[in-house]
């Protein structure tokens, strides 16, 4: 089953680059049908292959040779491992559905947000909807754990950001509810504590080489989304280590 998700998790990586580049522009994720952005020409089955069209073109378009980007299949490739973990831990099971398409939305939030800045209501609010379904069926986080969860994250990024006076977007906020409820209660606490730590780690690195002015906003959905998907798989794991410090 793993193999057979982690192929399959390929393509969803494919169509995930589809959403990345084009939902942030407005534009349909099925018309015009897949080209090259420099020379538009439209691009071949065989163009498409997930990552092997990228090594076999060694990085360039078949027809202008201009640079394809290395995260088109970076987000391939993540997104097949990730599928396919997955597929080796849950099987065909309801919780390995929710989990899949968890895994999808918070990738698409991770490169729309780090390369634009935006973390987008159409990918969000989607989210939320499963969000709400999916406790009624699985054992956890379970109903109240969940909606405890997304209004606990919701508020307390909620007063950041009207702390923050620009320093976060309302989009962060959004995205926080959504993983609340998607993690569930306490794990969300420590998906906060992870991404702050991160997000500050990275910020002063970042200060610190002067490849970031102190007024230059830093995308902070990129650590929302990471820590995210580290909760979905370990986070249990990872809390039950840290309670068994203090025992």
Known sequence: MS???GIFGLAV????????DRLPQGWSLISPPSHCDSCQRRLAVW?????LSYIWLRGKCRYCSATVSIRLPAVELFTGLVFAYIGH???LSLQGLSLLIYS????VVFFVDL???LILDRVVYPGM???????FFLPEPGVLGSLLGGALAFLLVLVIYLGS????GGGDVKLAGFIGLATGFPLVLVALVLSFISGGLMASFLLLTRRRERKDAIPFGPFLSGTALVMLFWGTSLLEWYLSLFR
């Open 3 to 5: 193999v057979i998700l």
């Open 13 to 20: 990586g494919s169509f995930l680059n589809v959403c990345i």
């Open 47 to 51: 163009d498409l292959v997930p990552v």
């Open 89 to 91: 831990r849950y099987g």
């Open 104 to 107: 999808s939305i918070l990738i």
């Open 115 to 117: 390369e634009r800045g």
């Open 129 to 135: 909807a499963l969000a709400l379904v999916f406790p």
């Open 165 to 168: 006076r620009g320093g976060m």
